[in-house]
RNA sequence: GGGCCCGUAGCUCAGCUCGGUAGAGCAGGCGGCUCUUAACCGCAAGGUCAGGGGUUCGAAUCCCCUCGGGCCCGCCA
């Protein structure tokens, strides 16, 4: 890789070709160019075979391939609009620019391009070539033109790689960043504020997960990346922020699989004077438009539009318990003890460790005999209080608390509560918790326990994995393909 | 952490079963061609077969180890 290829060599020596008649191969800017969309717009206006001489555009873009054809030769450019056919001819160019371009230019060259619209004898929207100019000179040639780049190692390590050979995982970022806009408006639309709050924290804290840790020089002591961004979020509302976003990222110390990555894009939202029906209600038009927009973005995708079809509301709502012990033929869950339970998901296939909590065994069942049969978008509702030490008891079913998930096929995508605003219950959870002694308890946040005593209103909230979502709305298989960077070991 | 599979030219892939000194297409070089769409035709060039060790007269091919990756399982909301 260090070595130069011939290749490169070749490439090289275009480049001091370049400098050498006193041009620039790496110019500064190139002001006035429009996108292929424009000329192809204004070619569809003329027949085939016709050009259009009164109006000049300019277009920059990378070049993919040429077709030379003695005098005549095809370029494709490509940018993001698309791309555009370049003709170039020596009766427009004179003969000896016409054989120095051709000699000078490679596939992967950044170019940009002055001429007039065209449309081909066979049909295809054009530029006919007045002036070209180099923009940037590529030494390294893009992947092969047909098959593209497919070592999937090589298309995560060089991501650039990958987006510069595809159109299409170009366009799978780019919807995916319209939809993270679509769900900022949504909650700008209803009067929630967005906020940030601390990546670094000095105890991590929100959910049940291994933190990474890293180190202050100025405070001398150790830190904690966020795991959650829940805790911080409820303290606003402590403080009257009312209602509250933020979309960020949320690092967790673990494997890298089809649905689990590190770091994370996690949106949380808590939102006072309301419950958990509210957040449904509120989840369930989100989804909804997140899926008719990411049909209008992306259409013509048979895996968009299959995804689209599982994201149709009103959305089923499976009861935690109700299911699970329909699924299992296990009756009386919510009385079972610790060991029972365990036994039970040790029946089950979990190898979860023995000091494992009570909730753990309980959602290791549930994905066991539950989750597999899950096959569109689906509300799971009212969780066994030993699962969620942050969220309100039910307030009629006993044993239980306010929370949903919602459950997309092979994965969760979001987490939501009526929260738990009762401080003194707060810490009587988190040293239950403890209490179990297992590996599995959140860390106890003492200093949210006291934000609770000021006084937090009634309040529900609700995470979502926007990584996970992507993933279900373009029906993606692994979340690394939602990812532009997913962590690789080092070579 | 366990199992299975993969790593050959810049890229996409053959060759490995059954050991005999590395092959094609694309890209690049040279030549031809004024409407192509992965253009086409001809010629020449391009390799640490992931890395290391072993077996063998001889290893891309068989064996072992290491590195990197993929899939499944387990763990992690």
Same mark, same amino acid.
């Given at each position: 890789?260090?070595?130069?290829?011939?290749? +490169?060599?070749?490439?090289?020596?275009?480049?001091?070709?370049?400098?050498?008649?006193?041009?620039?191969?790496?110019?500064?800017?190139?002001?006035?160019?429009?996108?292929?969309?424009?000329? @192809?717009?204004?070619?569809?206006?003329?027949?085939?075979?016709?050009?259009?001489?009164?109006?000049? *555009?300019?277009?920059?873009?990378?070049?993919?391939?040429?077709?030379? %054809?003695?005098?005549?030769? *095809? /370029?494709?450019?490509?940018?993001?609009?698309?791309?555009?056919?370049?003709?170039?001819?020596?009766?427009?160019?004179?003969?000896?620019?016409?054989?120095?371009?051709?000699?000078?230019?490679?596939?992967?060259?950044? /170019?940009?391009?002055?001429?007039?619209?065209?449309?081909?004898?066979?049909?295809?929207?054009?530029?006919?070539?007045?002036?070209?100019?180099?923009?940037?000179?590529?030494?390294?040639?893009?992947?092969?033109?047909?098959?593209?780049?497919?070592?999937?190692?090589?298309?995560?390590?060089?991501?650039?790689?990958?987006?510069?050979?595809?159109?299409?995982?170009?366009?799978?970022?780019?919807?995916?960043?319209?939809?993270?806009?679509?769900?900022?408006?949504?909650?700008?639309?209803?009067?929630?504020?967005?906020?940030?709050?601390?990546?670094?924290?000095?105890?991590?804290?929100?959910?049940?997960?291994?933190?990474?840790?890293?180190?202050?020089?100025?405070?001398?002591?150790?830190?904690?990346?966020?795991?959650?961004?829940?805790?911080?979020?409820?303290?606003?509302?402590?403080?009257?922020? +009312?209602?509250?976003?933020?979309?960020?990222?949320?690092?967790?110390?673990?494997?890298?699989?089809?649905?689990?990555?590190?770091?994370?894009?996690?949106?949380?939202?808590?939102?006072?004077?309301?419950?958990?029906?509210?957040?449904?209600?509120?989840?369930?038009?989100?989804?909804?438009?997140?899926?008719?927009?990411?049909?209008?973005?992306?259409?013509?995708?048979?895996?968009?539009?299959?995804?689209? +079809?599982?994201?149709?509301?009103?959305?089923?709502?499976?009861?935690?318990?109700?299911?699970?012990?329909?699924?299992?033929?296990?009756? @009386?869950?919510?009385?079972?003890?610790?060991? +029972?339970?365990?036994?039970?998901?040790?029946?089950?296939?979990?190898?979860?460790?023995?000091?494992?909590?009570?909730?753990?065994?309980?959602?290791?069942?549930?994905?066991?005999?539950?989750?597999?049969?899950?096959?569109?978008?689906?509300?799971?509702?009212?969780?066994?209080?030993?699962?969620?030490?942050?969220?309100?008891? %039910?307030?009629?079913?006993?044993?239980?608390?306010?929370?949903?998930?919602?459950?997309?096929?092979? *994965?969760?995508?979001?987490?939501?509560?009526?929260?738990?605003?009762?401080?003194?219950?707060?810490?009587? @959870?988190?040293?239950?918790?403890?209490?179990?002694?297992?590996?599995?308890?959140?860390?106890?946040?003492?200093? *949210? #326990?006291?934000?609770?005593?000021?006084?937090?209103?009634?309040?529900?909230?609700?995470?979502?994995?926007?990584?996970?979502?992507?993933?279900?709305?373009?029906?993606?298989?692994?979340?690394?393909?939602?990812?532009?960077?997913?962590? #690789?070991?080092?070579?």
């Amino acid at each position: 890789m260090d070595e130069e290829t011939p290749l +490169e060599r070749e490439r090289r020596a275009k480049v001091a070709r370049w400098r050498a008649d006193g041009r620039e191969p790496y110019p500064w800017s190139f002001p006035g160019r429009v996108d292929s969309g424009v000329v @192809r717009a204004a070619c569809a206006a003329l027949a085939p075979g016709t050009e259009e001489p009164a109006r000049s *555009f300019r277009v920059g873009g990378r070049l993919k391939i040429v077709r030379q %054809h003695g005098r005549t030769a *095809f /370029v494709d450019l490509e940018d993001l609009a698309g791309g555009l056919q370049l003709i170039l001819r020596v009766d427009e160019l004179g003969e000896e620019a016409y054989r120095a371009w051709l000699a000078d230019l490679d596939p992967g060259d950044l /170019v940009g391009a002055d001429g007039i619209a065209a449309v081909s004898r066979r049909g295809e929207p054009s530029l006919l070539v007045r002036s070209l100019t180099l923009l940037a000179k590529a030494i390294t040639p893009p992947p092969e033109k047909y098959h593209g780049l497919q070592d999937v190692e090589e298309r995560l390590r060089r991501r650039y790689v990958d987006l510069l050979a595809s159109a299409e995982v170009r366009e799978r970022f780019r919807v995916r960043t319209l939809l993270v806009r679509e769900i900022r408006q949504y909650f700008d639309a209803l009067d929630f504020l967005e906020v940030e709050t601390p990546i670094l924290q000095t105890v991590a804290s929100g959910a049940a997960a291994a933190p990474f840790v890293t180190r202050s020089n100025y405070l001398g002591r150790e830190l904690q990346l966020r795991i959650a961004e829940e805790l911080p979020l409820k303290r606003l509302l402590v403080g009257g922020l +009312e209602r509250v976003y933020e979309i960020g990222r949320a690092f967790r110390n673990e494997d890298l699989d089809s649905t689990h990555s590190p770091e994370f894009t996690e949106l949380e939202a808590y939102w006072a004077y309301a419950d958990y029906h509210d957040m449904r209600r509120l989840t369930e038009g989100l989804y909804e438009r997140l899926a008719r927009r990411t049909v209008e973005l992306w259409p013509d995708r048979p895996e968009v539009a299959r995804a689209a +079809e599982r994201f149709q509301p009103p959305f089923p709502t499976l009861d935690f318990v109700d299911a699970l012990e329909a699924a299992s033929g296990i009756p @009386r869950l919510l009385e079972k003890s610790r060991e +029972e339970l365990r036994a039970l998901a040790r029946a089950a296939g979990s190898t979860v460790p023995d000091n494992s909590s009570t909730g753990t065994f309980l959602d290791k069942l549930f994905e066991h005999y539950v989750e597999p049969s899950i096959d569109r978008v689906t509300f799971v509702v009212d969780f066994p209080t030993a699962t969620t030490p942050l969220a309100k008891r %039910h307030r009629s079913k006993p044993g239980r608390v306010e929370r949903f998930e919602v459950f997309a096929p092979g *994965f969760e995508l979001a987490n939501a509560y009526t929260e738990l605003t009762d401080p003194d219950e707060q810490e009587e @959870r988190f040293r239950s918790q403890l209490g179990e002694r297992g590996d599995d308890a959140y860390a106890h946040d003492a200093d *949210f #326990v006291e934000a609770l005593r000021y006084g937090l209103p009634p309040t529900t909230g609700i995470g979502m994995g926007i990584d996970r979502l992507v993933m279900a709305l373009l029906g993606l298989s692994s979340i690394k393909d939602a990812l532009l960077f997913p962590l #690789v070991r080092s070579r």
